[in-house]
């Protein structure tokens, strides 16, 4: 099995900031890309970032100049540095990951059961 435990969210008011981490553990062979999305109330869930294991790195327009998405491959962990956070960026937000598990098996998408940012103006 495989899980994405997710950290670091909470209350924040406008112009701060917040670390957002999610490490995967499990039977991992290797993990290609890594991301974060969010979701707030009546709308879609949506891209906010993602990297792959080259470092590569897409954001959405909504966060660039804001938010920083990196990695640590060794514990198979992303992070997402939120700065002047503002309170459209009020989600919950998911870790996905697209991980190998076995040399012979293809790759799936897993995610992590969210963790609730908020924003208060």
């Known amino acids: 099995q495989v899980q994405l435990v997710e950290s670091g969210g909470g209350l924040v008011q406008a112009g701060g900031s917040l670390r957002l981490s999610c490490a995967a553990s499990?039977?991992?062979?290797?993990?290609?890309?890594m991301g974060w999305y969010r979701q707030a109330p009546g709308k879609q869930r949506e891209l906010v970032a993602a990297?792959?294991?080259?470092?590569?790195?897409n954001y959405a327009d909504s966060v660039k100049g804001r938010f920083t998405i990196s990695r640590d491959n060794a514990k198979n962990t992303v992070y997402l540095q939120m700065n002047t956070l503002k309170p459209e960026d009020t989600a919950v937000y998911y870790c996905?990951?697209?991980?190998?598990?076995?040399?012979?098996?293809?790759?799936?998408?897993?995610w992590g059961q969210g963790t609730q940012v908020t924003v208060s103006s």
């Open positions: 499990g039977s991992i062979f290797s993990i290609n890309a």
């Open positions: 996905n990951a697209n991980i190998i598990r076995t040399h012979y098996s293809g790759s799936r998408d897993y």
């Open positions: 990297i792959i294991s080259g470092g590569s790195t």
